[in-house]
């Protein structure tokens, strides 16, 4: 099955099953994390912000050249914080990867 599909339709198998709002992590097996201290961390941060009503998080890192096999994520100019010492901004929007 497809897995876009699968994490569509997660979000609301979790909240049916906690009968209430619910956090859910996707985190996909293929990455290798140099610093799992760190990580833990960002994480912990993270989740202290998808806990605010209302709010979603989407974890990324800087990209270093232009990738086609990637798209990335936009910026909202004027709207960024801090927690946890970790930046937190809002997402103006969603880039597809370039050709």
């Known amino acids: 099955m497809n897995t876009r599909w699968r994490l569509g339709w997660r979000p ?4 049916h099953a906690a009968r209430a709002d619910a956090l859910m992590a996707v985190l996909p097996a293929d990455h290798y ?9 960002i994480v912990n941060a993270a989740l202290d912000v998808a806990r605010e ?10 990209a270093t050249k232009p990738e086609t096999g990637f798209g990335y994520i936009e910026e909202e100019r004027g709207n960024r ?7 937190v ?3 103006r929007r969603f880039r597809r990867s370039p050709n």
């Open 12 to 15: 609301f198998t979790v909240r």
């Open 33 to 41: 994390i140099e610093q799992p201290q760190k990580f833990r961390e």
């Open 53 to 62: 009503p209302g709010r979603m998080v989407v974890l990324g890192i800087p």
């Open 81 to 87: 914080s801090e927690r946890k010492g970790f930046p």
């Open 89 to 91: 901004f809002a997402v």
